[in-house]
């Protein structure tokens, strides 16, 4: 059981590596707000600018004008824990 867990948080993790990595256009290792628009765009997400922004001001928690990869993995984060002892 532990093991099917661990794989589970793993497979989750790798899929938010990449879902940054697609958002993040210019490789810096934050996004910005620009990026957070075009990224959700291209994951068929279209949102207006003002729901881009108040959903970028949530994201970045530190105010820095950008999204850490930190701040991000936070922001999507499922507890794979309790989705695995429901079922």
Request: proline residues 0%; contains cysteine.
């Amino acid at each position: 059981m532990q093991c099917q867990h661990m794989n589970w948080s793993l497979v989750s993790l790798v899929h938010s590596v990449r879902c940054f990595r697609v958002i993040d256009d210019n490789r810096n290792r934050k996004i910005d707000r620009d990026e957070l628009g075009r990224g959700l765009g291209e994951f068929g997400l279209e949102m207006t600018s003002q729901q881009v922004s108040q959903l970028f001001d949530e994201l970045d928690k530190d105010h820095s004008g950008s999204v850490s990869f930190d701040e991000f993995l936070q922001a999507i984060r499922v507890n794979i824990c309790s989705i695995y002892y429901l079922h």
